[in-house]
Each structure stands twice: as C-alpha cells, then as structure tokens.
C-alpha cells in the first residue's frame, strides 16, 4: 500500500534515487536457465529503449529505471520495466524469473556473451566464472561529491550484513539446496574484487586502493571496481549492490526508499564529522558471510555494537535511526510495510524453501517465482 505522502511534492534537496534488477530466463519445460538474454533484451528495448539490456551471462537480462524522486514513480517505472521484459520472454518462448542464483541450471560452464570484457574475465579468473551467474538488486542514490562518497561509504559498510540478511533471495544453486538464504552472497565472495569495499579517508586513497588491486590482476580495471558499495565511476551516484534480486516489486520499492535514507543520514554525518571510523575487514566480510548464511530468521552484525543481535530487533533500530529521513520524504510506511512482510512471511529465500517443499521441488520453484515476479508479488 502507498502513503499518501510518498506522492507529495518533495524537497528540491531531497536525492533521486534508481533501481536495477537483474533476473534469469528459463525454459517453461524443463526449467533450466537458456541463453535468451540477448533476444529478451532487444525485443522489450523496442518497448522501453534503453532501460533493458543483455547481461554478462546469456541467460539472465537487466532491467533499470530512470532516476526517481518518489517511490509512487519508481513503483511505475519498476511495473514498466518488469512488463516489458515478461513480456519479451514469452515472445520468444521462455520466462522471467527473480531470483539471486539460478534455482535449475545445465551442467557445464555458464554461457557468457561474446565480449570483451567477459572475456578478459574468463582469462583472470579461470574456473571461478564456471558457475557464477548471480542476480543482484542495485540501487543508486544522487550524490555528487565523490570525497564525500568515499566517507559516506565508509560508514554505509556495517549495514552491509543486515542488507544481506533482509534481502536474502537465494537458497537454491543448480537444482541444490545450499543450506544459505543468500548463496549469491557467497558466490561472489569467492572474488577478491566482490564484498565490502576497502575502507578509505580520501577519494585519492579510495582510487589508489582501487588501481592496487588492479594491479594484482583481481579486478579488471579501476574503473570496474564492482565492490558492494561505491561511488559510480561514471554516474553521480552512490550504488549499494549488496541485495539480492527480489520478486515483490513492493519490496524492492522499500530496499531503495530504505537506502536512501540511509544514505542521506550517513551522509550528514560524514559532512560533519568526516571519513568515520575503520571496522575491519575481516570482521565485515565474516558478517557478510553469517548473514547470507540465516537470513531474517538469524541474527547479524549491529552496526552500533559489532554484537550479533536478532535482525528483526535490528530492523526496528534502523526505523528509529532512519525516522527523520524517512518522515521528510514520506515513506515510513513503505518501510515499516516492508519489514511487516518479513515478520509475517520470512524473507524470500524462506519462501522457495516453502514452495519446494510443500509444491515438489526446485521446478515448482521455479514456476513460482515465475508467476511472482510477473504480478510484482512475492507470496
């Protein structure tokens, strides 16, 4: 349900915000991933332009919106994007699906489109691109300042684990139940150049840090330094890639909302006080990790403490933290909603779990998250 307020006139000072959705095309007979990526993409581009495009790996297509100041015009954006490329999928004989990892999948490596770049990335990293095909939700929140980025990504890196926790979308891989709720978490963790960003005091440092692991051969190039958090190098945008791709086109409307108060609030505090203080690493990527393990239903990494608390206990501290921005702008309700559903129902991973179990396996998985990522509703 929308609030009224999401739809008013918003401050002039208050950020745009975009969203981009990465997703799976299966076969409708036999379920499995199929290489379709490139003809869904041109077929729904002749609806909606350039807002879709062809992926990395040949069976999954991306879609995007345009930047958003309210979440009343995101929603309709979202819709837009998903109809269109639902619809392209059944044109060419296949469907869509939302899901963080591929739930059936061939054996055998991914099949990659004939680039370049994927394959200088089939050079450096071998047989770790055998199986890595992953579906994330990206939002970006306006942001101009590149140094202030740089600290405010400093202080956005201890909610990493709890942004993992609440948009777990991937349990099963290849037909597997992983025992994960976010197994695209620990797929990409594999990579030195994928997880938590580095901690730096400077943009100058930020981008040093970047051309050093470049060096090493762990990331392609500078400018691709696809860390879970980080000032686009092209766009004035923070970007948050953390999430898993969800099916409720309502919740993924609540994760951005969500992102950008959070962003406006650590913002704030990075204008006044600086770069903010170095969690470690170690400790970050270990809290990545335990919260792509549990999901809502565990407990994770307090960004106040460093203590392990329940997430749900956590969801609640970040509406008290995040109230002020979330009031100017309208969307508390989305929110809260949000993390209603997630008391009610658990976090999407649970909900595969529950169909494979009481529906007869990864197929009926797969038929499900077909039909909820087509009406935009994850139950």
């Not at 891989?173 to 901690?199: K, W």
């Amino acid at each position: 349900m929308t609030s009224s307020a999401s739809s008013a006139p918003l401050s002039p000072d208050v950020a745009t915000l975009g969203v981009e959705e990465e997703f799976f095309l299966a076969d409708p007979h036999t379920r499995l991933v199929v290489p379709a990526g490139p003809a869904v993409a041109a077929r729904a581009a002749a609806e909606v332009g350039d807002l879709v495009t062809k992926e990395f790996a040949l069976g999954q297509v991306e879609g995007r919106t345009p930047p958003c100041r309210t979440g009343t015009e995101l929603r309709g954006h979202l819709k837009e994007v998903r109809a269109a490329l639902v619809g392209a999928a059944r044109a060419e004989g296949v469907h869509l699906y939302a899901s963080g990892t591929p739930v059936l999948q061939a054996p055998g490596p991914v099949e990659v489109a004939d680039h370049p770049r994927y394959q200088a990335a089939g050079r450096q990293y071998r047989s770790m691109m055998d199986d890595f095909a992953v579906s994330a939700l990206h939002v970006h929140v306006h942001l101009t300042d590149r140094e202030l980025a740089v600290w405010t990504v400093n202080r956005l890196r201890p909610w990493l684990p709890l942004l993992i926790a609440m948009s777990a979308n991937s349990p099963f891989h290849r037909g597997e139940d992983t025992g994960y709720a976010g197994f695209r978490t620990v797929l990409r963790s594999r990579f030195p150049c994928l997880g938590p960003p580095p901690y730096a005091r400077t943009l100058q440092e930020h981008e040093r840090l970047a051309a050093a692991i470049s060096d090493s051969e762990a990331m392609l190039d500078p400018e691709t330094a696809y860390w879970d958090l980080r000032p686009h190098p092209r766009l004035p945008t923070l970007e948050i890639r953390a999430m898993d791709v969800l099916p409720d086109v309502e919740d993924t409307v609540a994760v951005a909302l969500l992102l950008r108060a959070l962003v406006a609030t650590l913002t704030a505090q990075s204008s006044a006080h600086g770069p903010g203080p170095a969690r470690e690493a170690e400790v970050l990527r270990a809290a990545c990790w335990r919260a792509a393990r549990d999901g809502w239903a565990g407990t994770c990494f307090d960004p106040a403490t460093g203590r392990y608390r329940p997430v749900a206990d956590l969801a609640a501290d970040t509406v008290s933290l995040l109230r002020p921005a979330l009031e100017q702008t309208g969307d508390m309700k989305e929110v809260t909603g949000w993390f209603g559903r997630l008391a009610d129902r658990g976090d999407a991973a649970a909900r595969q779990r529950a169909w494979g179990t009481q529906l007869g396996g990864p197929e009926a998985v797969v038929d499900r998250l077909v039909l909820a990522t087509a009406c935009g509703r994850g139950a």
